[in-house]
Structure formats: structure tokens, C-alpha cells
């Protein structure tokens, strides 16, 4: 009886991965449409030159109303993370800006079909969302990005290009440039990440 049963358990077992192969679906062959989705939805070497920006920073930012003004001088913090499977870098921003409690939320990531870097930005100090679009340079160690806003005071467009440089492992420098109508391009922004031990 025991000899019995333990042939049983043996055949038993031998049989599960035959069971095992017949449940599972077969998975029916991807249409070329479906394949050139799948390819340019697939995370490649240009998200890769971000990685350098993930972790946990501390900020120090100055910031230009107009050109020739001294800038005001405030810190924070910042911190970088990759979601959906590598494809966008998550920008979690947190400051003091005219005494109060300054919150930004960015992403940033490559469009493989446009060939282009590709951000936007949202905060608690405003109603607007800026989009921004550009490219790398040829070391992959800097960022540039151009977008526009309304400027709330003329109502008219307000230009922006942010260069984002990678300097080193714990050192990150973004400087923003606006142009306002008509005039000149001016330096109205500059944050310097260090990263946080």
C-alpha cells in the first residue's frame, strides 16, 4: 500500500509541469502596428542620460524679476524619481518663495517618435502649466528646453530656454533664461542641486 502511494505522488508530480504548460494562453503574434507602438513606447539611451539627475537634492535658488536687479536667494529641496518603468523623471520641488510654502511638480522624459526631450511643470503659485520641449548636448551632459507662458502683468508671451548641466555625480546646475517681448534674453533664474548625503 505505501509503495502504492508513493508511485502515485511521483506520477503525480511528474505530471505538473505538464499541466502547468497546457493552462497556460498562448499569446498571439504582435501586428506590425502594435510592434512599432511597443518600440517607441520602450525606454531607450536618451532616458538614460537623466539618470544622473535621480535622487534626493538640496536646492539653493536666486531668482531675477527684471535684468540688473540683485536676485532673491531661497533653498529647498527636490526630489527625483523614475516612474513608469524608466520612461519619465518625477520632479518633486519644495521651498520658501515671499514667505510662503513654495510646491512644483515636474516631469520630464524623451519622445522616441518626436525625437525630442519633453517637460512640464505645475506648481501652487499658479494656474498654468508649462510645456517645455528640447534636446542634449553632444556629451549628453546638458539639458536644453524652450518653452512659453503668458506674462500675467502685460499679457503677453513670455519666453523661456532651461539649461539643466550635469557638472558632476552630487552637483546639478539648471539656469533659466527669459526673454520678455522685445527684448533682450535675461538670465531669471539659477538653482544649484547638490545632492543630499
Partial sequence: MKKFILILCIVSLSALPLMAQEAKPEVPAMTPEQEAFTKAGAPGPYHKLLDPLVGRWKAEVRIWEK???????????????????????????????????????????FDNVGRRYVSFWLDNMSTWIMYSIGTVSQDGKTFILSGSYKDPVSGNLRHQRDETKVEGPDRIVSRSYEILSGAKEFLSEETVYTRAK
Fill in 67 to 109: 535684468p540688473g536687479t540683485e536676485p532673491m536667494i531661497t533653498s529647498g529641496t527636490s526630489t527625483h524619481t523614475w516612474i513608469f518603468g524608466g520612461r519619465y523623471l518625477k520632479m518633486e520641488f519644495t521651498a520658501q518663495y515671499l514667505g510662503q510654502s513654495f510646491i512644483g511638480l515636474g516631469f520630464m522624459g
